[in-house]
């Protein structure tokens, strides 16, 4: 629902203000508030998102989040909204919800000549647990890593870094930079190398909007072509392919967000365990934070944290259809939360 908001009063003396004193005419325009879920789960080791495409652009279109405006005479609060309009587009009853982040840069959803209201865009992050009936959701659960290959290190560092990224975010660090651009308290050689983990720098897995945000300001991304800013040179063709899918509008920013969220939410809140169904193995709880964090962890290492940690409890029941060793069956600790106030799964990823 479009809302009518006034521009602020910057207190200057507008140009059509007479002598005889009357109040400055103050421009009027128009924001639409929009509200996008990043809604996130994991199945097979593999964290997911769901993802639509509007009507209409089913096969030529890009994926997008989950989105709609806010309706206020409908919805009482924000979340509301969001609950009631995510259920009615993709038949999913959200469970875990917070909100990210207020997106309102001017261009993020204009095209050259668009008269249409402004839109600010409440993002939010959701959990779910992917069972089978997930399959019947409206929408795609695609791999985060899709859409951020190089945040995946389960296997070894991705190849997307030094044969693409990295040498591509040097040159364009060494280019002048544009006299109209804003100061920064640091050079953009050093923002490389913290959010790259290069010169010595760790690797900081919560630090996805960050590096996602350096791709796209290099021109490395399809947003950023999209957008009309300036294309990195010495692309190979086909390079766009190896730098993940694009999302619709800044939907893939918003999608950063929620994945940086979570990636340090799960090392102080139980969050994970939103993510995981009732019962479970200790390997299976290890894979599940594993593919939210990116990198493999210490099987012996990840047990011990957890177990000492008082985060999960036996149920006395033992699975025996593992292919290998039967395994014990764990579940969430919830006294957990009530004897300290940060009962995260506290792992490091040990990678510089």
Same mark, same amino acid.
């Given at each position: 629902?479009?809302?009518?908001?006034?521009?602020?009063?910057?207190?200057?003396?507008?140009?059509?203000?007479?002598?005889?004193?009357?109040?400055?005419?103050?421009?009027?325009?128009?924001?639409?508030?929009?509200?996008?879920?990043?809604? !996130?789960?994991?199945?097979?080791?593999?964290?997911?998102?769901?993802? $639509?495409?509007?009507?209409?652009?089913?096969?030529?279109?890009?994926?997008?989040?989950?989105?709609?405006?806010?309706?206020?005479?409908?919805?009482?609060?924000?979340?509301?909204?969001?609950?009631?309009?995510?259920?009615?587009?993709?038949?999913?009853?959200?469970?875990? $919800?917070?909100?990210?982040?207020?997106?309102?840069?001017?261009?993020?959803?204009?095209?050259?000549?668009?008269?249409?209201?402004?839109?600010?865009?409440?993002?939010?992050?959701? !959990?779910?647990?992917?069972?089978?009936?997930?399959?019947?959701?409206?929408?795609?659960?695609?791999?985060?890593?899709?859409?951020?290959?190089?945040?995946?290190?389960?296997?070894?560092?991705?190849? $997307?870094?030094?044969?693409?990224?990295?040498?591509?975010?040097?040159?364009?660090?060494?280019?002048?930079?544009?006299?109209?651009?804003?100061?920064?308290?640091?050079?953009? +050689?050093?923002? $490389?190398? =913290?959010?790259?983990?290069?010169?010595?720098?760790?690797?900081?897995?919560?630090?996805?909007?960050?590096?996602?945000?350096?791709?796209?300001? +290099?021109?490395?991304?399809?947003?950023?072509?999209?957008?009309?800013?300036?294309?990195?040179?010495?692309?190979?063709?086909?390079?766009?392919?190896?730098?993940?899918?694009?999302?619709?509008?800044?939907?893939?920013?918003?999608?950063?967000?929620?994945?940086?969220?979570?990636?340090?939410?799960?090392?102080?809140?139980?969050?994970?365990?939103?993510? =995981?169904?009732?019962?479970?193995? !200790?390997?299976? !709880?290890?894979?599940?934070?594993? +593919?939210?964090?990116?990198?493999?962890?210490?099987?012996?290492?990840?047990?011990?944290?957890?177990?000492?940690?008082?985060?999960?409890?036996?149920?006395?029941?033992?699975?025996?259809?593992?292919?290998?060793?039967?395994?014990?069956?764990?579940?969430?600790?919830?006294?957990?939360?009530?004897?300290?106030?940060?009962?995260?799964?506290?792992?490091?990823?040990?990678?510089?």
């Amino acid at each position: 629902m479009p809302i009518q908001m006034h521009t602020k009063d910057t207190g200057e003396m507008p140009l059509d203000q007479t002598s005889a004193g009357r109040a400055p005419r103050r421009e009027r325009s128009t924001v639409e508030i929009g509200l996008n879920a990043a809604i !996130l789960g994991v199945r097979d080791n593999e964290p997911k998102v769901l993802v $639509v495409r509007p009507d209409g652009e089913a096969r030529t279109g890009v994926d997008a989040l989950p989105f709609g405006p806010f309706a206020p005479l409908e919805h009482r609060t924000l979340e509301s909204g969001l609950r009631s309009w995510v259920t009615e587009q993709t038949g999913l009853d959200l469970g875990y $919800v917070e909100q990210l982040y207020t997106y309102g840069d001017r261009g993020r959803h204009a095209q050259p000549g668009d008269t249409a209201p402004h839109v600010v865009s409440i993002g939010y992050l959701a !959990l779910t647990r992917l069972v089978d009936e997930a399959a019947s959701v409206r929408g795609v659960w695609r791999s985060w890593y899709e859409f951020f290959p190089w945040e995946d290190f389960r296997n070894g560092e991705p190849a $997307v870094l030094q044969e693409v990224i990295v040498p591509h975010l040097r040159a364009w660090a060494e280019r002048p930079r544009p006299a109209a651009s804003s100061n920064r308290p640091i050079v953009r +050689a050093e923002r $490389v190398g =913290m959010c790259f983990g290069l010169d010595g720098a760790g690797w900081d897995e919560e630090k996805v909007l960050e590096r996602y945000e350096l791709l796209y300001e +290099a021109g490395l991304l399809d947003e950023a072509r999209r957008d009309g800013r300036e294309v990195t040179g010495g692309l190979e063709p086909g390079t766009s392919a190896r730098l993940g899918l694009p999302m619709r509008f800044d939907h893939r920013r918003i999608f950063a967000t929620a994945i940086g969220r979570i990636r340090a939410k799960i090392k102080w809140r139980p969050v994970v365990f939103e993510l =995981m169904p009732d019962e479970f193995t !200790l390997f299976e !709880l290890q894979r599940t934070v594993e +593919a939210i964090l990116g990198p493999h962890l210490h099987k012996q290492n990840f047990r011990r944290l957890v177990e000492t940690a008082g985060l999960v409890e036996p149920t006395g029941v033992v699975r025996t259809n593992t292919g290998g060793r039967p395994a014990k069956l764990f579940r969430f600790r919830r006294d957990a939360l009530l004897e300290r106030p940060s009962p995260g799964v506290r792992v490091k990823t040990g990678r510089t």
